[in-house]
């Protein structure tokens, strides 16, 4: 080979490394440092029921533990798995049996649709089940590529189209709120997102249903 075309294509080969560290070096500061200046962490950002959102800055950060008085985990703050539980603790007085997890955790694909998800204390729908999301329902969305973790939501509003769901750690400059699109298709609901996994609800709702 002519010495020109190697240095060419170890210039090639430096520029793209360099880009992927770049990108990487971005990704990293995005999860993990608050790049929105305009907001604090910790800071009050929405609210549903008299339960409050919290802005938590870049997703994998960490602000301690949050305890119940009597020693129940919470969650880590302000995660979103600590926003569900918080809502579901302080709204309905509702104790998981399992309080570990991460947000993929909280749906188990071994559950068949519309039973007892015992770690969990709740009823599990899949995404598709003939029984449609309500409202107060527990959101849970799979893992990416970015997010290893999965991502838990409430769902705070549900149209004949479309859900809204409210959420903590969406991340620096992403809204708390979001709409989902919904379909029914030959008795069964689905929303248009890759992600989500499913639905769980508690038992006295799921029996009023029934």
């Not at 907001?39 to 009050?44: C, I, L, M, R």
């Not at 929303?191 to 009023?208: F, I, K, M, P």
Request: glycine letters at 10%; a positive charge; hydrophobic letters at 40%.
């Amino acid at each position: 080979m002519k010495p020109g075309y190697l240095n060419v294509r170890k210039k090639i080969i430096v520029a793209i490394l360099l880009l992927l560290l770049v990108a990487f070096l971005t990704v990293y500061a995005v999860a993990n440092y608050n790049l929105n200046f305009s907001k604090a962490v910790g800071q009050e950002v929405d609210q549903i029921n008299g339960v409050k959102v919290f802005y938590n800055g870049g997703i994998n950060h960490s602000s301690g533990r949050n305890l119940a008085p009597d020693g129940y985990n919470i969650g880590i703050k302000y995660q979103c798995v600590e926003f569900v539980k918080r809502y579901y603790f302080e709204h309905f007085g509702h104790k998981m049996p399992d309080p570990r997890g991460n947000a993929k955790d909280f749906f188990d694909p071994l559950i068949a649709n519309g039973e007892m998800n015992p770690r969990r204390g709740l009823v599990q729908y899949r995404n598709g089940s003939s029984d449609p999301p309500r409202t107060d329902d527990l959101l849970v969305f799979g893992p990416s590529f970015f997010n290893p973790y999965g991502h838990v939501a409430i769902v705070a509003k549900v149209d004949k189209d479309s859900v809204e769901i409210i959420q903590q750690n969406s991340g620096p400059f992403a809204n708390s709120r979001a709409i989902i699109s919904l379909a029914q298709s030959n008795g069964s609901w689905t929303l248009d997102n890759s992600r989500v996994l499913g639905w769980l609800r508690r038992q006295d709702v799921h029996a009023l249903g029934h």
